[in-house]
């Protein structure tokens, strides 16, 4: 797979006999742009696991490809990346119809990367992730190259077999539509302070210390694919919510250790029992308080994610 123009790929004028740059030069250009094809990757799909897959698809590619032909290798290999993600994202959308309970990004481990690969951390919180979710994949792309990776609109034209109007039109759509379903987020700060609170109130049952932290249209989603005792519906509402949560304190947190990890750009409580990483719970939150509570227990989604002992 190869992009259309002169910045990726030579018109074969001069350009070097097929094999001539050795396989030591291929992996040190791979290694350089890879943290970059992660970070478009898993934007676009959500799943470190999906994403990890395909950059590994991007380095067979890359592996076969004639690479003396390849004037711009970093071109290419967005390229080749941003077009792959847009033809797994279609296929995911199936699968994930099939899903049992809500569906939820799966976490990442910012804490040494908080920008996982790009410029800025745009597009990597799991409410930007889950807005997402509703833009089409050529959308999404669009969005994902611009807002996080600065790419200008003429390269994502190029990128998306498109035209640079064309390109603007999807990028603003998809602001448009982010813009509108979103309150403004607070601070990395403040997200940690309610959701250390929230964990406090959680555990003890405490109903009105929950009601005064939750918004009034606030949702929990509980990801966990059918697992038992996992809420199959999201929870709506600030009163609904913070029943419920009263209403499971008497045995959900029954031998939990709570520890604290970075996870797409935010704090996350990771739950642990017998030792083992049973959960991680996140909170997104606006200047009226907490907008979503999202609990990850499926253990498929959660494994690359540890706290010291």
Do not use: C
């Amino acid at each position: 797979m190869i992009g259309r123009g002169r910045a990726v790929v030579d018109s074969g004028a001069g350009r070097k006999p097929v094999g001539a740059d050795d396989l030591e030069e291929a992996v040190a250009v791979f290694t350089g742009i890879r943290p970059r094809l992660f970070g478009i990757a898993y934007r676009m799909l959500s799943s470190a696991s999906e994403a990890e897959d395909l950059v590994q698809e991007v380095w067979l590619r890359w592996q076969a490809t004639d690479r003396g032909a390849v004037v711009n290798p970093a071109a290419f290999l967005a390229t080749t990346t941003t077009r792959l993600a847009i033809n797994t994202l279609q296929s995911a959308r199936v699968r994930r119809e099939t899903y049992v309970g809500p569906w939820l990004p799966e976490p990442v481990d910012t804490g040494a990367d908080p920008y996982l690969g790009a410029e800025r951390g745009e597009a990597l919180e799991f409410a930007a992730l889950l807005l997402m979710e509703k833009l089409t994949p050529n959308e999404r792309a669009a969005y994902v190259l611009r807002e996080a990776f600065d790419y200008p609109y003429a390269q994502i034209a190029d990128i998306l077999r498109s035209t640079e109007p064309a390109v603007r039109q999807l990028v603003s759509r998809a602001r448009r539509h982010m813009a509108g379903e979103r309150r403004t987020p607070v601070s990395a700060a403040a997200q940690r302070e309610l959701l250390t609170t929230f964990i406090v109130a959680a555990r003890s049952g405490d109903l009105t210390a929950l009601e005064r932290l939750l918004t009034a249209d606030v949702a929990s989603l509980s990801d966990g694919n059918g697992a038992y005792r996992v809420a199959r519906q999201p929870v709506v509402g600030g009163t609904r919510v913070a029943r419920f949560l009263t209403a499971i304190s008497s045995w959900f947190w029954d031998g939990v250790d709570v520890g604290w990890a970075d996870t797409n750009g935010q704090t996350s409580a990771v739950l642990r029992r017998d030792g083992k990483v049973y959960g991680l719970i996140t909170v997104s939150a606006s200047a009226e308080g907490i907008e979503q509570v999202l609990w990850m227990v499926n253990p498929d989604k959660i494994g690359a994610i540890s706290v010291p002992a």
